[in-house]
Each structure stands twice: as structure tokens, then as C-alpha cells.
């Protein structure tokens, strides 16, 4: 990986999941608007702590919120307390 | 600076911290302009949210696998083929 000892190859398929779809439109949507371009994301997925631990498109994601708090679109605050809601919404009866 | 294709060329070893483009397995690393792919924003500046400009030319540069790989036992024609930007290239003249 990047140039290093990666181990094989998993060669193996996967289905792509309903929340790594959503994120890939996100990623669309921000783009045309003029929110977020590529090579941010690039810059911003390398800049992940933990990016060996993470999956594709988990990198993805923890790169966008990291570039929308940068880029002044939301709050660390505000993706916190919208996730909190989306959690109970899910517990719930 | 501009380079034909044909033209040897070594990509700089260079420790530039950010967003870089260049693979790092291929810093220090000499091969061949094949060709101009073109003049693009730069993004290495695209990356923190600047314009990228002025363009910069961008070259398709061949590599010799077993000058890559320490360990690489296949054939001596294996080429691997990257998009390298201009200003992390110099001119080689050295011979290998």
C-alpha cells in the first residue's frame, strides 16, 4: 500500500453497502457545489490518524466531516448533534 | 524547464510534507519522459483549497520494474508507467 509491503490481495467481492453509496453522492453533491474537490479529499483521507484501520469508504467519510468542519460548513458540534438524533431514531420503538 | 520524450529523468527525492502526488516508492527513481499528458492546476496547492495556478505540465514517465523493486525477479522489460508533474523531475545524465 502507497509503496510498502501490503500483504495478497483479497480478491474477493463485496456487495456495496446502503451508507457507502450515500456517502460516494455526498461526495458528488459537495463537489458540484463547490464544497469540496478531490484532491482535498485525497489530502484529507492521508491525513487520517487511524487510516489503516479504516475501510474504503470510512475513510471517506471521516475525511468529509474533517473537511467540512474545516471548511466552515458545519460544526464538530452540529455533525454530533444531528448523529445523535439519527441514533435515537433508530433505537426507537 | 521542459522535457521531450525520449529524455531520462530522475524524480526528485524530495521530502515535501502535504498532499503530494508523487509516489514515494518512485522519489530518487530514473526513467524516461514518454510523453506530455498536458498543463494542469497543481494539487499539491488544489489540496488545501487554492487555485492550483499556474498550471503545470504533467508527463506520462516510464520505469524499469527492477529499478523500482529490490526484490523484482521478473523480466527486465516490466515498465511501470506513472503521471509525474513537471517540477518533481530533473534531467538525468548520469548512466545506469
Redesign the interface.
Known sequence: M??SPGGPIDRGQHEVEDWERLADAINGALGAKGLQ?T??L??AI?SLENYRDLSYYERWVAATENLLVE?GVLSSDEIDERAAEIEQLWDGP | MTFEAGERVRVLPSGKP??VRT????KGKVGWVESLIGAFPN?EE????HS?LPERPLYKVGFRQIDLWDSYTGPTEDYLYADIYEHWLEPERGTT
Request: charged share 25%; glycine share 24%.
Open positions: 502507497g509503496g474537490s484532491d482535498e485525497r489530502r492521508e471548511n | 502535504g498532499h509516489p514515494a516508492y518512485l494539487p488544489l489540496a488545501y483549497g492550483g
